[in-house]
Nanobody, 126 residues
């Protein structure tokens, strides 16, 4: 299984970026997908998640209304559209996949995710 995250880069405050997570080696439509982020010295934190076929979506409070998670099961790809970016959004962003979350309900916990992408750096300048 591979998750390949891309789309990170440098943006100005108020700007936008779109992250992609291309998956291979799994039945993508079955998997719960999520985005997490991490800054140096801090724990990895939940950003957004989406169930297979997109029936349920959750967001971290601080990104609600600015970020949109989506998925294209035909392309085995998940996305994170990030608008109105703020300097505090600066982090390495990771995509993750899980089946376990369907049973635990703990979509916000990194420990529930089995597969991880390599991370893509997002830097937002003020």
């Amino acid at each position: 299984v591979q998750l390949q995250a891309s789309g990170g880069g440098l943006a100005q405050a108020g700007g936008s970026l779109r992250l992609s997570c291309a998956a291979s080696g799994l039945v993508f439509g079955d998997y719960y997908m999520a985005w997490f982020r991490q800054t140096p010295g801090k724990e990895r934190e939940f950003v957004a998640s989406i169930t297979g076929r997109g029936s349920n979506i959750y967001y971290k409070d601080s990104v609600k209304g600015r970020f949109t998670i989506s998925r294209d099961d035909g392309k085995s790809t998940a996305y994170l559209q990030m608008n109105s970016l703020k300097p505090e959004d600066t982090a390495v962003y990771y995509c993750a996949a899980s089946l376990r979350v369907y049973f635990s309900g703990n979509y916000y916990s990194p420990s529930q995710y089995t597969y991880w992408g390599q991370g893509t750096l997002v830097t937002v300048s003020s």
